[in-house]
């Protein structure tokens, strides 16, 4: 079946370093995908978003970057600040029956060190 | 709002009690989601709304979830003789969806509803 998921489910980066959190989907047919992070606590929240007529997206300090070949997803955040902690969830979104279907990957958790 | 809205933000029940979550979208939006986040997980997709109608059903775990929408607003998802499986965070999402079918978008989702059946 279509799967969302996530290669490691833990990373720790020191504060100023770069982080990259990757995510593998399967389903072809997706167009769109979100980038979320969740804190402790509170609902997912919108990052960055990429379609799949373009391979690259720049936002404030990230990156999403979109490899349709491999079907491979990643988000990039540069400078990585203690307020980065938190858990970042891929998400796929494609049409299923004329309408949006949505499959997330289980989350990669990002711990900052000071 | 300016935002999704949720209540309660915590439930505490007991096993085999009917419990109700509310979800008040974001204005205009037509498009609302319900998902299950047990702890330490991902997101388990619940139901779709798009309008008062739900042509996605497809992840309600059991007979026991149900979900209604209203005047294409608020919506609510009913547990009926909750098990203490059902504990989790359940959170609503909802997106602008102008064009209804053929049409993909972001989804913001509300602060969730912690749920903990003893």
């Known amino acids: 079946g279509e799967s969302v998921g996530l290669h490691l489910p833990t990373l720790s980066v020191q504060e100023g370093d770069n982080s990259i959190i990757n995510c593998a989907y399967s389903?072809?047919?997706?167009?769109?995908f979100i980038w979320y992070k969740q804190e402790s606590g509170k609902g997912p929240q919108f990052i960055i978003d990429i379609r799949s007529n373009m391979d690259k997206r720049q936002g404030q300090r990230v990156t999403v970057l979109l490899n349709k070949t491999v079907k491979h997803l990643s988000l990039q955040i540069a400078a990585t600040q203690p307020g980065d902690s938190a858990v970042y969830f891929c998400a796929e979104i494609g049409l299923s029956g004329g309408y949006q279907k949505v499959t997330f990957g289980t989350g990669t958790k990002l711990q900052v060190i000071p | 709002g300016a935002g999704v809205s949720q209540s309660p933000s915590n439930k505490v029940t007991e096993k085999g009690k009917d419990v109700e979550l509310r979800c008040d979208p974001i204005?205009?939006?037509?498009?609302l989601y319900w998902y299950r986040q047990r702890l330490g997980q991902g997101l388990e997709f619940l139901i779709y709304f798009q309008g008062n109608s739900a042509p996605d059903k497809s992840g309600l775990p059991s007979d026991r979830f149900s979900a209604e929408r209203t005047g294409e607003s608020v919506s609510t998802l009913t547990i009926q003789r909750t098990q203490q499986e059902d504990s989790a965070v359940y959170l609503c999402?909802?997106?602008?969806?102008?064009?209804?079918?053929?049409?993909?978008?972001?989804?913001?989702f509300g602060p969730g509803t912690r749920l903990t059946v003893l």
């Open positions: 204005s205009g939006h037509t498009a």
């Open positions: 389903n072809s047919a997706s167009d769109y």
């Open positions: 999402a909802s997106s602008l969806q102008r064009g209804g079918r053929g049409f993909t978008d972001t989804q913001y």
